[in-house]
């Protein structure tokens, strides 16, 4: 699979990955390898969850470098936790994502409030990487 830019992308790779496309070329070769996998298993998945890449890539695409780097951090943090904590976590974003979309929003805007004080209300609006919603490849990206 290898390093390509991405103008060496095949047509349906550019494609699928078309969100990524302004960031492709500042990616190290194995970042971009994943990628190309998914992209290449693209065609076999559900419509659903299709869907969910395409939201999850563009999702990324809209976050500025300082919140990317936010999210890789809170995604290093998850992985250390002990089992029983990454449960916790996956539950109440669950439980986050089950809350009516307005909650969400007056959550949200709380949130960066209650981070200068050194703690977090809510989830980020968007689900960081290690939201449990990613499938494992993309999972491994970010």
Known sequence: MG????????????????PLASDWDQ????????????AQRYPKMAPEEQQRIQQQMRSWASLTPQQRAAARERYKNLRQLPPDK????????????????????????R??????GGRTLAPPM???PQAGSMPQDAKRTH
């Open 3 to 18: 390093s390509p830019s991405w103008s060496q992308l095949t047509p349906q790779e550019r494609q699928v990955l078309a």
């Open 27 to 38: 990616w190290d070769a194995q970042r971009k390898q994943k990628w190309r996998g998914i």
């Open 86 to 109: 990454k449960e916790e976590v996956r539950q109440r974003w669950q439980e986050y994502q089950n809350l009516p979309p307005e909650q969400k929003r007056e959550l949200a805007a």
């Open 111 to 116: 949130a960066p409030q209650a981070a200068q």
């Open 126 to 128: 968007t689900p960081p």
